[in-house]
């Protein structure tokens, strides 16, 4: 069971905006939870003592919310309360997190909820941060942007230029009229080159490796960076990568820091490029997985660490379901 808050205001104590708020509430709260009539136990409402047309009970079940018990109260005169609000609390039968609205003026009793959200997952190739952010996005209804799926588009541009990514000016030229976007379709990250969609093609073993070489370059990050800024900006979202944490977003407010064994990582992702017809040995999978860590680390330029006040989970001797419950009892504890 859980329960969903929300509030609203109106500017005036009169019946039909009194209506139309509390249908307007109940609306935003249904479509955002995708939530069902059936899967409702109660709606509880209350409003501050400036209101006296209308019950907000009543306009909820004129708005089509009565296939349920419906309760109104009034609150309390509390002295600096915000003036004409009617608050909610829907109990529902759900597992998974929900989102609670708050619209006009009762914005501002929640900052916390009505600002955009984001979450930094960083860590080592194999650490388990693309899974873990797939399943945490998906369970809190917000975007997941893998932030390695850029640089990899860079690195697929090398390629497809037979540009040496040891030669900067090289590389500098591709990238300054480079152009690089994630659409969503379906839910699923779609990276776009130019106009084309590569999400398949920056999965080889080469890219994965290139990309680690040309991230490193300052005018590759700085271009980047711009972009995962702009995204997180606008949209709720987990970013995946290397310096979310320490760079990208130093003030985010949910960092995580991803690390396993080498060896761990190595063998899952053996596993992952077998599933996907990928030929390469073990002890290549794991010379690769070395390589890449020595890179990320010891760049000048942003180089893969754990932000000093970002929670590390060693994922070496845990499923996928513990590392995912873990970091949303985390983030559910604040939000
Ligand atoms: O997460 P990944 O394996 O798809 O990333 C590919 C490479 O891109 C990685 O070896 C280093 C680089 N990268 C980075 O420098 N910063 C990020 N935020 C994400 C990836």
């Known amino acids: 069971m859980r329960a969903i808050r929300g509030a609203t205001t109106v500017a005036s104590d009169c019946a039909d905006e009194i209506k139309s708020a509390v249908k307007e509430l109940l609306d935003e709260i249904f479509t955002v939870n995708n939530l069902r009539l059936d899967e409702v136990v109660c709606i509880m409402l209350s409003n501050t003592s400036d209101i006296n047309s209308y019950y907000p009970a009543k306009a909820a079940r004129e708005a089509g919310y009565a296939r349920f018990p419906l309760y109104s109260s009034l609150e309390p005169e509390i002295e600096g309360s915000l003036a004409r609000c009617i608050r909610v609390m829907i109990l529902c039968e759900r597992s998974k997190a929900v989102k609670h609205v708050y619209l006009r003026e009762a914005k501002s009793l929640r900052k916390d909820l009505t600002k955009v959200l984001n979450i930094a997952i960083d860590g080592p190739a194999g650490s388990g941060k ?17 932030t390695g799926a850029m640089y990899r588009a860079i690195a697929l541009k090398c390629v497809r230029n037979n540009a040496d990514y040891a030669d900067k000016d090289a590389v500098r030229h591709l990238v300054n009229d480079i152009d690089i976007k994630v659409d969503y ?11 084309e969609d590569v999400s398949e093609q920056i999965r080889t073993p080469q890219v994965s490796l290139l990309a680690s070489y040309v991230s490193a370059y300052s005018f590759v990050r700085t271009k980047m960076v711009e972009l995962q800024r702009e995204i997180a900006s606008k949209f709720s979202c987990v970013l995946d990568g290397r310096d979310i944490g320490t760079n990208v977003l130093p003030d985010c407010e949910f960092k995580f820091y991803l690390t396993a064994a080498p060896d761990v990582r190595a063998k899952r992702r053996h596993l992952e490029n077998l599933s996907k017809g990928v030929e390469q040995s073990y002890e290549e999978v794991l010379k690769e997985i070395e390589e890449r860590d020595f890179h990320d680390k010891n760049r000048a330029v942003a180089p893969l660490k754990k932000a000093v006040d970002a929670t590390e989970v060693d994922t070496s001797d845990m499923s996928i379901d513990e590392v995912a419950s873990l970091l949303l009892s985390k983030i559910e504890e604040k939000i």
């Open 130 to 146: 693309s899974t873990i952010s797939r399943i945490i996005a998906e369970k809190l209804g917000i975007l997941y942007l893998d």
């Open 185 to 195: 379709r379906d839910g699923r990250q779609i990276t776009l080159l130019d106009g």
